[in-house]
């Protein structure tokens, strides 16, 4: 099953959960895990995929606003995510 990204548009809380397919769109009619508003969560990315940038004509390079928000999003998941070493 997929991994699914979602992000609160109020309180900008995100959060991972790992869905079928055909669920995927459930969180978005949940409330916020966080502040409990509802309709606001969006889906920020579904199940990643690796492309060189070599393989891709007219491949840009990404924006400043683009990089800002990988890094928001990679700072965030720092937070949310616990690993622990056995």
């Known amino acids: 099953m997929p ?3 979602y992000e609160c548009e109020k309180c ?3 959060f991972s959960v790992i869905l ?3 669920n995927r ?3 978005t009619l949940n409330p916020c895990p966080s502040c409990k508003e509802t309709q606001c969560i ?3 990315m579904s199940a990643a995929a690796l492309v060189s ?3 891709i004509d007219g491949l840009r390079k990404p924006s400043s606003q683009f990089k ?3 890094s928001q999003i990679r700072q ?3 937070h949310t995510a616990k690993i622990k070493d056995y």
Request: net charge neutral; no cysteine; aromatic share 8%.
């Open 3 to 5: 991994l699914y990204e």
């Open 12 to 14: 900008n809380h995100f």
């Open 20 to 22: 079928k397919i055909d």
């Open 25 to 27: 769109k459930e969180p």
């Open 42 to 44: 969006q889906s920020v």
């Open 53 to 55: 940038p070599s393989s």
């Open 68 to 70: 800002e928000r990988m």
């Open 76 to 78: 965030q998941a720092r």
